[in-house]
């Protein structure tokens, strides 16, 4: 594009206006609208690696006190020895009684139980058992643990707060096996102590057992001899009573049977031999009968025997021979002649048997009845007798209950007192030993690698904690994720810091680090609107000495880079950073008088740079600013010039950026990392977009990049500070032009 007619080049040397050098930066830009803030912040591990990054010698220097204060501890640490020895555990058995399907016997009830676990625990670190031990080794006359104190109930009661204090019990997970430890200044007090400990609780044990079966054989002592009186006494009661009402026991299994009496044992006597008799003489009654009214019959005499022998031989003969002959034939009826004879015998020999026999069974007949008759009376007799004394016997045997209770009574406490006496006395130890305490060849605390992880975690925990309280009191905008989560602005570039303190100087050298930054935030204003960079550009911060005058110069210088004719404007009239020493040229007196364009500006030593100073400092430069003259020459120069970047005041408590905001293109905020707040630039952006600004994004100067990049120049940093009023001392910060006119 053509210059303006009359201007001519010019040398310019230029002089920044902040003496702090800008933290790293690789170029990044950002695209979207901006709208309400977000303040909210969220712990991550990003957010945590930049706090580290950031604060990292916050945290170096808390993890050092950390490992200072480790080892100072350490020093001054006593060295403490332990001994450590070990116990089993031995649950007690008990008597588990028989019933159906199972078998009874002694079986282990601790085993599983908890609370006998809890209970052993509980009892080695009882105070009964450390003023034992102490009692046991004499610890109250070691004027090491109970000092010059000659009092000897005060002394015990020291020690056994020593040996309390000192011992430490565990239990060894899924066993029963107990580790007991003591820890003391002297390692032959620490072993001695703690075998202590496991003597006197094994003695505590074995006593309290002791002390439980000799209380219970006192008891069943007494309680044998009460139940002893109690027999003695039903026993005599039975034996009067019985005395008095002439009862005979025959010792009878059956109690409350009649048989127990000698009358009833006689009435069963005598009732078996009735019984016996009745039988007798029912089946001689049978006999007689059959006897008499069977008639005669062959097996009742002996004699007829031979004769029906010789009647079979006959008979057996004649039916042979009936073969050969017939019935008629003489020898055949004279062999039937002799078998009838002899039947006729027979028969006769037969009737005098008989005869006799009944004789005989009438006689054995009327004997059985007699002597039934004679049973059957004194059976009769006896049962008066019993029926009689089973009334009697009903308190007898109420009497014999009572004898055969306090019997069974007695038995068993004598029984449960022989099983005491033989068992109850030694038993099963509840816990025995397996190692005892040995002397501790060096002390286990103080342990000087344990303290220095301990003193550096802390440290690490105690700075980090630090570092983010820090982070989120300190609310500053340091980030590009802070200018979009915040601010919801673009971030369109990050300015590193100067090598040297002239930033402006090294601009010169396009390979720099800050020329390459604002080279990147200007090729990404290149995007920012749909006809590429906006024709007037208006950069602005919240309050002083954020790098906007240096940051305006370079994004101009820049922009020459990409092949683009510009202008720069110095709109901070109350405190301009470039001055050119000629009192007649500059914004103040183009506003304020009729002049053209191209006799206010002036041709940079940078080609393709122009720029119009502020001028002589105005009353009122808002005034001028809010006049239509001034919104005809930026119209003026966006026509002559591709871009005008104009340096505005900050926004701060004044209305000469609002108003400047409201008729440039676009407005680009300049925020100084970790100095600005968020707060302070919220309220700047209210201001500007209450004006109507068209802000663009944001660029972050003194930005150090490896914070949250891990990467970055490494370059170090000045901080300097000034007021934002006109004073002596103005020639220092302000940017020196030195220029000449050409026709």
């Known amino acids: 594009m053509a210059s303006p007619g009359a201007v001519g080049p010019t040398n310019l040397t230029v002089q920044p206006d902040q003496r702090r050098d800008l933290a790293p930066l690789a170029p990044e830009s950002g695209y979207g609208g901006y709208g309400t803030t977000n303040n909210s912040r969220e712990l991550s591990l990003s957010l945590l690696w930049r706090i580290a990054v950031e604060w990292r010698w916050l945290i170096l220097a808390a993890i050092g006190t950390g490992i200072a204060a480790a080892v100072l501890i350490t020093l001054l640490t006593p060295l403490k020895y332990r001994s450590v020895a070990t116990l089993e555990l031995n649950p007690p058995e008990v008597e588990i009684m028989a019933d159906e399907g199972n078998k009874g016997g002694r079986q282990s009830s601790g085993r599983n139980d908890t609370n006998f676990v809890g209970t052993q625990l509980s009892l080695l670190g009882s105070r009964a058992l450390a003023e034992r031990v102490a009692q046991n080794l004499n610890l109250a006359a070691d004027p090491a643990i109970v000092g010059e104190s000659t009092d000897r109930t005060a002394n015990t009661e020291i020690a056994a707060g020593f040996v309390q204090g000192g011992t430490k019990v565990k239990l060894q997970p899924q066993s029963m096996i107990v580790i007991v430890s003591f820890v003391a200044r002297n390692p032959q007090l620490a072993a001695k102590v703690v075998n202590g400990i496991t003597d006197a609780y094994i ?11 000799s209380y219970a054989r006192e008891f069943l002592q007494r309680q044998i001899a009460t139940t002893r009186r109690d027999l003695e006494k039903s026993e005599r009661g039975l034996t009067t009573y019985a005395q008095q009402q002439r009862l005979i026991s025959t010792g009878s299994s059956e109690e409350g049977s009649d048989t127990n009496s000698l009358t009833g044992s006689s009435l069963v006597s005598l009732n078996t031999a009735l019984a016996a008799t ?62 009838d004879a002899l039947r006729a015998s027979v028969v006769t020999e037969t009737r005098t048997a008989n005869s006799d ?10 004997a059985a ?31 014999k209950r009572d004898v055969d209770t306090n019997r069974t009574l007695y038995d068993a406490l004598l029984q449960r007192y022989k099983e005491i006496g033989v068992a109850g006395g030694i038993g099963t130890a509840v816990a025995s030993v397996v190692d005892r305490g ?65 930033p402006v100087e090294e601009l010169k050298d396009t390979l720099s680090p800050v020329a390459e930054a604002y080279l990147s935030t200007a090729s990404a204003m290149q995007f920012v609107t749909e006809g590429g960079a906006p024709k007037t550009l208006l950069v602005t911060s919240t309050r002083p000495a954020e790098g906007k005058s240096t940051s305006a110069w370079a994004l101009a210088h820049s922009f020459t880079r990409l092949g683009k004719s510009v202008l720069l404007i110095d709109a901070d009239m109350r405190r301009p950073a470039f001055v050119t020493g000629r009192d007649n040229i500059g914004l103040s007196h183009i506003l304020t008088n009729t002049g053209s364009l191209s006799e206010h500006v002036l041709h940079t030593d940078v080609e393709g740079l122009w720029i119009m100073p502020s001028g002589t400092i105005p009353p009122s430069p808002p005034e001028l600013i809010a006049s239509a003259r001034f919104a005809s020459l930026l119209a003026d120069a966006s026509s002559t010039f591709d871009v005008v970047v104009i340096d505005g005041p900050p926004i701060l408590g004044l209305a000469d950026s609002p108003l400047l905001s409201s008729i440039a293109q676009a407005t680009l905020m300049v925020i100084e990392s970790g100095r600005t707040r968020t707060r302070a630039v919220v309220e700047a952006q209210n201001r500007l977009r209450t004006a109507g600004a068209h802000m663009v994004g944001a660029i972050l100067t003194r930005f150090q990049a490896q914070a949250s990049y891990g990467y970055g120049y490494g370059y170090g940093q000045t901080k300097d500070q000034y007021r934002y009023v006109a004073d002596d001392n103005d020639k220092k910060r302000r940017i020196m032009l030195t220029m000449h006119d050409e026709p």
């Open 278 to 339: 009745q039988a007798r003489r029912i089946a001689a009654e049978q006999k007689y009968r059959e006897a008499t009214l069977g008639g005669a019959t062959t097996e009742g005499s002996a004699n007829a025997a031979p004769l029906r022998a010789q009647i079979a031989a006959l008979d057996a003969e004649y039916q042979q021979k009936l073969q050969t002959f017939r019935p008629d034939y003489p020898e055949m009826v004279a062999l039937k002649a002799r078998i």
């Open 357 to 366: 026999r009944v004789g005989t069974l009438r006689q054995d007949f009327q």
């Open 203 to 213: 003695a505590t044990n074995l006593e309290r057992r002791y002390q439980s079966s």
């Open 369 to 399: 009845r007699a002597e039934e008759d004679r049973l059957r009376a004194q059976v009769s007799g006896l049962s008066g007798t019993v029926l009689n004394q089973r009334g009697r016997l009903i308190q007898y045997n109420i009497l």
């Open 438 to 502: 040995l002397v501790p060849g060096g002390a286990f605390s103080p342990n000087l690698y344990l303290n220095l992880l301990i003193g550096a975690v802390l440290g690490f925990v105690v700075g980090m904690l630090a570092a983010i309280a820090l982070e989120f009191i300190n609310d500053t905008i340091k980030t590009p994720d802070d200018v979009r989560n915040k601010l919801q602005l673009p971030f369109l570039g990050g300015i590193p810091t100067a090598k040297s303190a002239k």
